[in-house]
């Protein structure tokens, strides 16, 4: 399988002095989708957040399709890969136009973005004309993700990255918000997950293990579990 997304020995220092990742690499195949899994703290978010901001300065190299991502410019950068986030800004309008975000795009388009993140109930429950409040307050922590999830997938890029919420998301919010990632087929994934549930991440093509910004175990969930290391002491202290 061609790598669509490398990383080859990756260090980000932040201004103030931290070693946020240290000499990462590792690579995902076109249509892969990889869970990125560690203690908090360990780089995660850093790793993604690397992913979108282009030109933000890092040591080694990240490329994209062959591409190293400090010469892709932010517009092919932006019809690349989008990012589901976990606190996404919900604008005082219609659920319609905050899925859109006040595009026009094709009903049926619109309408599998709505099945595919799972706003399908509410918007049957509530009409796509529901208005979301200040802030989305009429909106819960679920369906404001859910809303970031079908605004990623309208934009159909290739890439897709997730920052899966802990403390706004229940666990069964956040399982029912993850199968729906697993189930987006031929898109290529990173997944940070705090889900650590078994049928999930048996689900993943790879599992990667962060821990100090160092890539310290990867592999499928059984060979993880086998090794008895990381993974297997944060896997077992969560059930
Ligand atoms: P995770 O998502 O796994 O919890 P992060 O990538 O957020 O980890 O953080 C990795 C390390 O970098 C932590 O020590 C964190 O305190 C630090 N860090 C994260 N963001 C910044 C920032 N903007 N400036 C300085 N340090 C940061
Ligand atoms: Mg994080």
Not at 87 to 96: E, I, K, W
Not at 177 to 185: A, G, P
């Amino acid at each position: 399988m061609e790598a669509l997304l490398r990383f080859d020995n990756v260090s980000k220092q932040y201004p103030n002095g931290v070693h946020a990742l240290n000499g990462v690499s590792f690579t995902v195949g076109e249509g892969e989708f990889i869970s990125v899994i560690g203690p908090s703290g360990s780089g995660k978010s850093t790793l993604l957040n690397l992913l979108m901001a282009g030109h933000s300065g890092y040591a080694g190299e990240i490329l994209y399709d062959g591409r190293e991502l400090s010469t892709v410019s932010t517009q092919s950068l932006y019809e690349l890969v989008s990012l589901v986030e976990q606190n996404v800004f919900v604008f005082n309008s219609t659920l319609r136009d905050n899925i859109t975000m006040f595009r026009d795009f094709p009903p049926q388009q619109v309408q599998r973005a709505e099945e595919l993140s799972g706003l399908a109930p509410i918007i049957q429950e509530k009409g796509e004309g529901y208005l979301c409040g200040e802030n989305g307050s009429g909106l819960s922590g679920g369906q404001r993700q859910r809303v970031s999830i079908a605004r990623c997938l309208l934009r159909h890029t290739p890439v897709l990255l997730v920052d899966e919420a802990t403390a706004s998301l229940d666990k069964e919010t956040a399982f029912r918000i993850s199968s729906s990632i697993l189930d987006l087929e031929g898109l290529t994934r990173v997944v940070v997950t705090h889900s650590l549930d078994e049928a999930l991440l048996r689900r993943y093509d790879g599992i990667l293990v962060l821990h100090h910004g160092r890539v310290v175990e990867t592999g499928q969930f059984q060979e993880l579990m086998d090794r008895k290391g990381l993974f297997y002491s944060l896997y077992t202290v969560a059930q």
